[in-house]
């Protein structure tokens, strides 16, 4: 994360990564196969960080999707801290793999949000631990991380402002989670 602070992705060299952990670079890839290994492996901890930050200070807002707002906040909040780590997480995820690269075939979206994830943190947040998230809510909170992501992206790219990200996240979770209203049948 050093590393990503001071220049990004590209700055997170496996070789120099090894230097600073002392361990022999075949004992890095051993555990971390790729650059992009060794990035999911701490986003995965800036995760489990937001995690314990939710359950120390609850989210305030009164409604589900506020609650998943205020999350989406929170996870940004840490990206504006440290650019270079935003640039390197989101950059791991999120740039297409060469064209004549083989690629796996995707998996098909899980019916649950995965126990550590952004989605999986919202809904929490959301509707609380005790609740069982449906498929459709889980769709729902897949599409606000993809569009947390792409506007983090957006930031970094001086395309938008922190004050539109918010109001961004705000509205997209109230038009995704507000409940069905009655229809009287």
Same mark, same amino acid.
């Given at each position: 994360m050093a590393?990503?602070?001071?220049?990004?992705y590209d700055a997170v060299q496996m070789r120099e990564v090894a230097?600073?952990?002392?361990?022999?670079?075949?004992?890095?890839?051993?555990?971390?196969?790729?650059?992009?290994?060794?990035l999911a492996a701490a986003i995965q901890l800036q995760l489990d960080?937001?995690?314990k930050d939710i359950a120390q200070r609850p989210p305030?807002?009164?409604?589900?999707?506020?609650?998943?707002a205020e999350v989406l906040h929170r996870a940004f909040r840490a990206m504006q801290y440290n650019r270079g780590w935003a640039h390197a997480a989101l950059s791991a995820f999120h740039i297409p793999k060469p064209l004549g690269e083989r690629h796996e075939?995707? $998996? !098909?979206?899980? *019916? @649950?949000?995965?126990?550590?994830?952004?989605?999986?943190?919202?809904g929490r947040a959301a509707w609380g631990p005790e609740h069982r998230i449906t498929t459709a809510e889980y769709r729902?909170?897949?599409m606000l991380e993809a569009l947390w992501?792409?506007?983090?992206?957006?930031?970094?790219n001086d395309q938008i402002t922190p004050e539109y990200?918010?109001?961004?996240?705000?509205?997209?979770?109230?038009?995704?989670? $507000? !409940?069905?209203? *009655? @229809?009287?049948?």
């Open positions: 590393l990503a602070t001071r220049g990004g230097r600073i952990a002392e361990v022999a670079l075949s004992t890095l890839y051993r555990y971390y196969p790729s650059k992009d290994a060794l960080e937001l995690r305030r807002q009164r409604t589900p999707e506020g609650r998943a075939e995707a $998996a !098909p979206l899980a *019916e @649950t949000p995965p126990p550590t994830s952004l989605a999986e943190l919202m729902a909170l897949h992501s792409s506007s983090v992206i957006g930031w970094l990200f918010e109001e961004r996240m705000k509205f997209a979770a109230r038009r995704l989670l $507000a !409940p069905e209203p *009655e @229809t009287g049948r």
